[in-house]
C-alpha cells in the first residue's frame, strides 16, 4: 500500500458499518469490560465535514481513572500477564495488527468520519501506518536484553543489567492523526510488558473505541489495556496527577506540555512529551525546483496542515524564490477541498471550529502585520469547518504567524540571497522549537553538514517520510524523549542493575 495510491468512495458496507459504530452510545473499557462513566456524563462528537452530532462519547471522572489505575495495577501484579513468555505478548499484538489489517476500510471510513482527513489518506497512510508500528513493536518484546559488565573494584562479581517494564503508562493522543499516534503509544507499551491506560483526543475517539473492541476479542488480559473517553480537564489532568501512574506520555501542545510536567512531579513519574514544531523547509540552490515545489507543498498543505512536523517555514535560494513560492502557491489556489469522503477531495476540514478560527486569525494577523498573502486564503463558506490554504511572504521573525505553530494550511515563505550554511541554519533555528526540519538539495556534502547544524530531532532530504524504526522527538520546546525505534520501546523500560559477590 503506498500513499499515491487512487481510492474509490469506500465500499458502502464499510461506511455504513463506521457510521453505524459512530451513532452508538460509547462507553468507557476499563479492567477488561464496557462499562458505564460512573458520574453518568456524555459528550458529543462532531463531523468536521459537516457540523453534524455523529456520537455520544462517556466522560470518565476521578472516579473512574482510579477504577482505571487499580485495573492496570492489578494488571501490572498479575502472573498472567507479568510472567508472559515476551514471543506471547509479540503473538498478541501481531494479532491485533492483522485484526486491524482486516477491517481497515472500516477504520479509514472512522477515522475520516471523526477527523476529516480524505480517506484515501487514511486507508493508505494513516492505517498502515498504525499497523506497521504494532508490527514492529511487537519484533522488540523478544529483544529486551540487558547485559554483563565487567566490574573493576575489590573481589569477584558478576554483574548485569536487566530492562523491566516501567508500570502503568498514561497514553494521551492528539486529533490530527488519532489511530497512528494511538498505535504508536500502545505497541511499544506493550511490547515492554506495560499496562496502559490510553485517553484519546475528545474531537477524535471513535477509531480508539473501535480499537479497544479489538484489543477485547483477541483476549488481552484483563487490564492491560485500558480506555477512558473525554476531555483535557477532568480526565486527563486526573491521569497525568494520579500517583499510581509511573509513567505518562503525550503528544500535543507545548503548553499542555507544561502541564503534564508539573502534574508529574507528585511521583516523579517518567514522562515522554511529542510537542508542537514550526519546521523548516531549506531549498538550496542545487535543488530541483520542481520537486521541491511538490515537497513543500506536501509539507505544509497534508492534513490540513494539522501536523506536529508541518513545514510551516520555507527559505528558498533567491535563485528559486518565485519559481518555488508561485508553484506552491498555484497549488493552494487550486486545491480541492471538501468532505475526505470524495474521492477528489485534496483537503478536508481542520477539526473544529475553534481552530478553523484559529487557523483564520493567524492569516489576519499576519496581512495586518505587514506580510503578504501571496496566494490562497480564500474565505470559505458553508457547512464544515474549512480553511483554504495560504502562502504568505514578506514576513519577519517577531510576527506571530511565522514565530508560532498554527496547525493550519499556512505557509510563511522567505529567501535568501547566498549559501552560507552557518547562516541558513541560523535562520532556520530561529525558533523557540525543534522537532522537524527538510532540506532540498542535488549535493550530498551539503547535505550531510547542514543537518549536522540544525536544530532538530529529525532532519529529512529531498521528501521522505517518518518510519517506526526511526527515533522521533524535537530539541528545545518540541518535547523530552524519543519515540519509535529502540529508543521509543527503552522509554517503557527500567533499567535495573544487580551485582552478585561470587
Given at each position: ?334 486545491m480541492k477541498l471538501g468532505s475526505g469522503l470524495e474521492a477528489d477531495t485534496q483537503m478536508g476540514p481542520v477539526i473544529s471550529e475553534v481552530q478553523r478560527d484559529r487557523v483564520r486569525g493567524y492569516v489576519r494577523s499576519g496581512v495586518s502585520d505587514g506580510a503578504t498573502l501571496h496566494a490562497g486564503g480564500r474565505e470559505i463558506h458553508g457547512d464544515g469547518f474549512f480553511v483554504a490554504p495560504a502562502v504568505l511572504t514578506g514576513t519577519d521573525a517577531e510576527m506571530a504567524v511565522r514565530r508560532e505553530e498554527i496547525f493550519g494550511p499556512v505557509l510563511c515563505a522567505m529567501s535568501f540571497a547566498d549559501a552560507d550554511l552557518d547562516r541558513i541554519a541560523a535562520d532556520a533555528n530561529a525558533s523557540d522549537y525543534g522537532l522537524g526540519a527538510v532540506v532540498w538539495t542535488n549535493d550530498l556534502s551539503t547535505a550531510h553538514k547542514l543537518a549536522r547544524k540544525l536544530k532538530a530531532g529529525t532532519v529529512r532530504v529531498n521528501g521522505g517520510g517518518l518510519d517506526p524504526a526511526l527515533p522521533f522527538g524535537g530539541f528545545k ?26
Amino acid at each position: 500500500m503506498t500513499s499515491a495510491a487512487v481510492l474509490e468512495k469506500p465500499q458502502v458496507p464499510s461506511l455504513e458499518t463506521a457510521r453505524a459504530f459512530a451513532a452508538s452510545k460509547h462507553r468507557l473499557f476499563i479492567g477488561g469490560r464496557w462499562v458505564e462513566p460512573l458520574e453518568g456524563r456524555y459528550f458529543a462528537s462532531h463531523n468536521p465535514a459537516t457540523g453534524n452530532k455523529h456520537a455520544d462519547i462517556g466522560e470518565a471522572g476521578q472516579a473512574d481513572v482510579d477504577s482505571a489505575v487499580a485495573a492496570a495495577r492489578g494488571a501490572m501484579d498479575n502472573p498472567e500477564w507479568s510472567e508472559m513468555k515476551p514471543s506471547l505478548r509479540a503473538r498478541l499484538i501481531n494479532r491485533l495488527a492483522d485484526a486491524l489489517e482486516a477491517n481497515i476500510d472500516e477504520f479509514a471510513a472512522l477515522e475520516t468520519l471523526d477527523n476529516g482527513m480524505p480517506v484515501r489518506d487514511a486507508k493508505f497512510f494513516h492505517i498502515p501506518h498504525a499497523i506497521e508500528s504494532l508490527r514492529y513493536n511487537a519484533g522488540w518484546a523478544t529483544k529486551l536484553n540487558g547485559e554483563t559488565i565487567a566490574l573493576s573494584g575489590m573481589g569477584t562479581w558478576h554483574a548485569y543489567t536487566l530492562r523491566e517494564p516501567v508500570g502503568v503508562v498514561a497514553q494521551i493522543v492528539p486529533w490530527n492523526a488519532p489511530l497512528a499516534m494511538a498505535c504508536a503509544k500502545i505497541a511499544p507499551a506493550l511490547a515492554a510488558g506495560c499496562a496502559v491506560i490510553l485517553k484519546p483526543a475528545e474531537e477524535t475517539s471513535l477509531t480508539a473505541l473501535r480499537l479497544a473492541q479489538l484489543i477485547e476479542e483477541i483476549g488481552f488480559p484483563a487490564g492491560v489495556f485500558n480506555l477512558l473517553t473525554g476531555f483535557g480537564e477532568p480526565t486527563g489532568a486526573a491521569l497525568t496527577a494520579h500517583p499510581g501512574v509511573d509513567k505518562v506520555t503525550f503528544t500535543g501542545s507545548t503548553a499542555v506540555g507544561r502541564l503534564i510536567l508539573r502534574a508529574a512531579a507528585g511521583n516523579f513519574k517518567r514522562v515522554t512529551l511529542e510537542l508542537g514544531g514550526k519546521t523548516p523547509v531549506i531549498v538550496l540552490p542545487d535543488a530541483d525546483p520542481v520537486r521541491a515545489i511538490e515537497g513543500a507543498a506536501r509539507a505544509i498543505f497534508t492534513n490540513a496542515g494539522q501536523v506536529c512536523n508541518a513545514g510551516s517555514r520555507l527559505f528558498v535560494h533567491e535563485r528559486h524564490f518565485d519559481q518555488v513560492v508561485d508553484g506552491v502557491g498555484k497549488l493552494a489556489d487550486a486545491m480541492k477541498l471538501g468532505s475526505g469522503l470524495e474521492a477528489d477531495t485534496q483537503m478536508g476540514p481542520v477539526i473544529s471550529e475553534v481552530q478553523r478560527d484559529r487557523v483564520r486569525g493567524y492569516v489576519r494577523s499576519g496581512v495586518s502585520d505587514g506580510a503578504t498573502l501571496h496566494a490562497g486564503g480564500r474565505e470559505i463558506h458553508g457547512d464544515g469547518f474549512f480553511v483554504a490554504p495560504a502562502v504568505l511572504t514578506g514576513t519577519d521573525a517577531e510576527m506571530a504567524v511565522r514565530r508560532e505553530e498554527i496547525f493550519g494550511p499556512v505557509l510563511c515563505a522567505m529567501s535568501f540571497a547566498d549559501a552560507d550554511l552557518d547562516r541558513i541554519a541560523a535562520d532556520a533555528n530561529a525558533s523557540d522549537y525543534g522537532l522537524g526540519a527538510v532540506v532540498w538539495t542535488n549535493d550530498l556534502s551539503t547535505a550531510h553538514k547542514l543537518a549536522r547544524k540544525l536544530k532538530a530531532g529529525t532532519v529529512r532530504v529531498n521528501g521522505g517520510g517518518l518510519d517506526p524504526a526511526l527515533p522521533f522527538g524535537g530539541f528545545k520546546q518540541s518535547g523530552w524523549g524519543r519515540e519509535n525505534g529502540r529508543e521509543g520501546i527503552d522509554a517503557y523500560t527500567e533499567t535495573k542493575s544487580i551485582a552478585i559477590a561470587l
